[in-house]
Structure formats: C-alpha cells, structure tokens
C-alpha cells in the first residue's frame, strides 16, 4: 500500500501554494500529525496532515480494517493579523489525532471541541466540520482506498455549539448566513441566537 501523505501534501500545494511553516505533534500512541501554514492575502489557512494516513474506523468495529474506511484532513482559515493564531497548531493536532485517539469519525456535520480556547483569547473552543470540495479537492486515491476529503472547520462559540447541538449544523450555517457572519474573523463574536 503507497504511503498517501505525498500525494496529500501534493494535492494541498497544488491548492494552496507553498507552505510558509510547518509544525508536527506527536502523541503517544499515535502517528505524527503536521500543521501546514499557507498565506493567500490577508487570509492564513492551516491544513493538517497525517490524519489520512490511516483509514478511520467505526469505533464499535471488533478489529480495524487497515484499507477500507473514510480518509479526511483539516483545513482552518481565518483572517491573518488579528488575532495570535498560529497557537491553533497543537488543537488543529489534537483534533486530527482524534479518530486515532478516540475511534472518532471525522464527518461533515460533526462538532469537534478541544475544551480551550483554539488561540489565546479565542472565543472559539470548538469547531463545526463543514463540507469538503470546495477550497480543495478531493483526492482519489487507487481502489480500495476511499478518497482522502479536505474538511474546512469553521470555529464555532460556545453558545453557537450549544444551539448547534439542539438545532442542527445546517440550521446554524444558515443563521451565519442570514447574519453576514464573517467566519473568518478570529475575533468574531456569537451570531445571534434568540
């Protein structure tokens, strides 16, 4: 089976230019996981890899499959020079470690919480896992292996994964929306929510 963490950071340079920095995190019992910092203008985008090195699997499976399963990596951006986001690289890490860590499932849709702030003072301790395709592209890999997804995470309020969790992810896209929301401010306060 090739290593597919190439042909991931290919897919990501060809996406979103050349990295300017790049950190790893190792945690025991896991893979190593790098954050990718790339600059398009005023916006920073962060993309993990190391998360589609290994299939993710349900967590109630008796045994791992080691081929089939969904593959994902996580793409932050937020508007650059407001805020000291660069310290997202160790949460974007944990949260790209999680379906090794935790047996989770990465899927649109999904809340994804660190329990701190995702840089320091961020109003954000959780993220809404948007859907993939659009900043890039799915990358096929050969059969068996199921296609490697770039989820976008869009930083969520508590109050706003509060309500997430009573009304839906879409119901709380659609709010952002109806409001203007720029989801890339990383100081951004709540949409309303009454």
């Known amino acids: 089976m090739a ?15 050349e990295p300017d920095a790049r950190a790893a995190v190792t945690f025991l019992g896991t893979d190593r996981i790098e954050v990718l910092r790339f600059h398009e203008g005023d916006i920073v985008r962060y993309a993990t890899l190391g998360m589609s090195a290994q299939p993710m699997t349900d967590p109630t499976a008796v045994i791992a499959d080691p081929v ?14 407001v805020a000291d986001t660069d310290k997202v690289l160790r949460p974007l890490a944990v949260l790209a470690a999680s379906p090794q860590v935790e047996g989770l499932v990465v899927a649109p849709g999904a809340s994804l919480d660190v329990a701190e702030p995702l840089w ?59 409001h203007g929301t720029d989801l890339r401010d990383p100081s951004r306060k709540s949409v309303p929510l009454d």
């Open 3 to 17: 290593d597919v963490l190439p042909l991931v950071e290919a897919r990501l340079r060809s996406a979103l230019g």
């Open 120 to 178: 320091p003072g961020a109003p954000f301790t959780s993220v809404l896992v948007a859907e993939p395709g659009g900043l890039v592209e799915d990358l096929e890999l050969d059969a068996p292996l199921e296609p490697v997804r770039f989820l976008p995470l869009l930083p969520m309020t508590p109050n706003e994964a509060a309500w997430k969790r009573v009304h839906g992810a879409q119901a709380l896209q659609e709010r952002w929306l109806n």
């Open 68 to 81: 089939a399963g969904p593959r994902a990596e996580l793409v932050l951006s937020v508007r650059g020079g």
